[in-house]
């Protein structure tokens, strides 16, 4: 089986027999996306779907053009983009707190994580980093040739020639290692340059304690709390003058913050 798209059918194989049992449930949700439009539109069982990705002009005409199923997205900025879909209401993502270990003295080293791509800015992060002489561990995916030959020839050309004993990248790592390299960090940097719909690796970093800076696009102004839980700014510049401030975040507040805001009782209680 070609491995470009097996994740894809198999996906679609689990899709179609779960819905073949729809009888057997009063409500189906779905985080599949488009991938379970074609069944997810005729089932006879209502469907609430959660859309993670972002709305673009096709995503936009496909969703306008369904009866079902009752669409969800995870911030205002997501449902903003596309306001000819009918959202029922908002649901942020919960994090259940006792995977988050907290940390109350900050580290000395800057952190990204996710996925290495153009879009999530790696790039940015090593250009704060060096201008400030602190160290960046970078925690992140870089996905194959075969899946992702943007990617990778962007790592090629703007994130592998800048690696040193200052700038290291790890590749990805389990949950409980990204969670530990989370809580000890001085801060998280999301220097993101598309309107992510939900940064979740934000409030999982802020879980933590470690305050987050993140360019000021999507759904950031909902998740971060701009001076109390980490910097929201717009550029480069004032990325440098926010980690240079970060200092002046509080640690316990960063925590207390998502437990209040984004906690799985909140998500639950959305989704009712």
């Given at each position: 089986m070609d491995n470009t798209y097996s994740a894809n059918i198999l996906t679609l194989l689990n899709i179609g027999y779960a819905y073949q049992r729809q009888d057997q449930f009063d409500i189906i949700h779905d985080h599949n996306g488009y991938l379970s439009l074609p069944t997810a539109n005729f089932s006879k069982t209502p469907v609430v779907m959660t859309i993670h990705g972002y709305f673009g002009v096709n995503e936009k005409r496909i969703f306008e053009n369904l009866k079902n199923p009752y669409l969800v997205p995870v911030s205002k900025a997501q449902a903003a983009s596309a306001p000819n879909l009918k959202f029922m209401g908002n649901v942020y993502h919960g994090l259940e707190m006792k995977h988050f270990p907290f940390s109350k003295k900050p580290g000395k080293y800057?952190?990204?994580?996710?996925?290495?791509?153009?879009?999530?800015?790696?790039?940015?992060?090593?250009?704060?980093?060096?201008?400030?002489?602190?160290?960046?561990?970078?925690?992140?995916?870089?996905?194959?040739?075969?899946?992702?030959?943007?990617?990778?020839?962007?790592?090629?050309?703007?994130?592998?020639?800048?690696?040193?004993?200052?700038?290291?990248?790890?590749?990805?790592?389990?949950?409980?290692?990204?969670?530990?390299?989370?809580?000890?960090?001085?801060?998280?940097?999301?220097?993101?340059?598309?309107?992510?719909?939900?940064?979740?690796?934000?409030?999982?970093?802020?879980?933590?304690?470690?305050?987050v800076v993140a360019f000021n696009l999507g759904s950031i102004p909902e998740v971060i709390e701009n001076g109390k839980s980490g910097y929201i700014v717009e550029d480069v510049s004032s990325m440098i003058e926010a980690v240079a401030n970060i200092l002046k975040i509080d640690?316990?507040?960063?925590?207390?913050?998502v437990l209040n805001k984004f906690n799985v009782k909140n998500m639950v209680d959305g989704y009712e």
């Open positions: 800057l952190l990204f994580t996710g996925r290495i791509s153009m879009e999530k800015g790696v790039h940015f992060a090593i250009e704060v980093a060096q201008y400030l002489d602190i160290p960046l561990i970078i925690a992140a995916k870089l996905d194959s040739a075969v899946d992702a030959p943007h990617d990778v020839s962007y790592f090629k050309q703007f994130v592998e020639p800048k690696l040193s004993d200052q700038i290291k990248w790890v590749g990805e790592v389990n949950e409980t290692e990204r969670n530990k390299l989370m809580s000890e960090a001085m801060c998280s940097l999301h220097p993101v340059t598309w309107p992510e719909p939900f940064g979740l690796t934000l409030i999982e970093s802020m879980a933590c304690g470690t305050p640690r316990e507040y960063c925590r207390k913050y």
